[in-house]
């Protein structure tokens, strides 16, 4: 179905989906025609998608997240028309063009040059005009050795590569992704990226499924949580991000934490031949949360059973997957006073980081211990994990200019501006 003079370019009103547990997502045309799907032994069937519901703006760009099996996928696909709901309704109120699986809507025996001006058929494009931007296509996918090879023998890297031209380039009023990011080499991900932010600021709405949280806060204003069919979060994507990468950070740290108190505990979990210990302290205390206004401490115990030298670094990331940065004893105000002893023994570390340094979400830290040739010791991911807030404490910041409802980034420093007018 489609609306009309709507600043709402998509609504999806309570969509629900069956499948059948021998068909597995599948559908052919004589299951739908026939109904088999909806057969009378409903524990061969289980919910794809249940009572889903929420709207797009035009010039949106929404992100979807959820474990393999949320049904994100099946969600696109009732979006763009492919697989049609059992129960519910969609209204879109302009063109469409997706990327779902790859090679999807390529014809694999024809060339990229014939799925180009085959595609451009399917979505209604006058031919004039897909010879007009045909080079343009062609040239944005920088696979011009290619374009006369049959698709079938192009690598998925390629397939989305001319997919994403051709979509990008004829620009439906709404485009749909299916993990584009997630195939391809970085120097085209870094053109995506910028295609996909020109596509939004030009009006067009966009509906982006990625695993990576880095790639849905970056392009992402809104995100939608896929839980076994269901939206378990929806809203501003840096809060929802954040609480999804803080689950997914809490499952992957199970064997290392454990429960005390309400408070996260490490004593006694690490699985290391050095290090004892580690906290992350506020106010001397472990939290639930930790203001950005106040400055935060990370505590940590090594032991040394041998005379040995060691380098430490501790690595920083934002949402799981966003590198922040490096924090060593060996850049630190007094570095000889901390690498200087190789004795055997027991050492207690404090890393003291600033207020107003850290934005809202959730941060990991990754330890390394090399030698003093760089010779990898030891590594551990995701030691610990700490959730930083948003607080208006910090009496020496003037935090009420809400740069867009939020700042961007990982961390929002407070640094030493100067301006300086000009007299005439």
Known sequence: MQGHGSDIMIEVQGISKRFSKKNRLKENFREIITGLLMAKDTSEQFKALDNISFSVK???????????????????????????????????????????????????DLTGRDNVFLTGALLGIDKKILNDKFEKIVAFSELENFIDTPVKYYSSGMFVRLAFSIISELQSDIILLDEVMAVGDTSFSLKSFDKIRALSE???????????????????EKCIILKKGKVIAMGNTSEVVSNYTEEAVQSRQEHLISENNGNLALAGQIKSLYLKSIEVLQEGVVK???SNAQSIEINFTLEKKEEMSFRIALAFNHQISIPVFSATPARAIHPKQLCSDFAAGIYHYKLSLPPSYFNQGIFTIDL????????LIEKIIQLVHFKVVRTLDNENVNDTFNFLGGYSG???????????????
Not at 101 to 108: A, L, R, V
Not at 368 to 375: A, E, S, V
Request: glycine share 10%.
């Open 202 to 220: 030009s009006g067009k709405t966009i509906v982006m499924v990625s695993h990576d949280p880095a790639i849905i806060t970056q392009l992402c």
């Open 368 to 375: 390394y211990l090399t030698d003093d040739n760089n010779k």
């Open 410 to 424: 990982p961390l929002v420093p407070v640094l030493e501006w100067r301006a300086q007018k000009d007299i005439f």
């Open 288 to 290: 639930q949360e930790y």
């Open 58 to 108: 035009r010039g949106e760009v929404l992100g979807i997240m959820g474990a393999n099996g949320s049904g994100k996928s099946t969600l696109l696909k009732i979006i763009s028309r492919i697989t049609a709901p059992d129960s519910g309704k969609i209204v879109l109120n302009g063109s469409v063009s997706s990327i779902l699986e790859i090679g999807t809507g390529f014809h694999p």
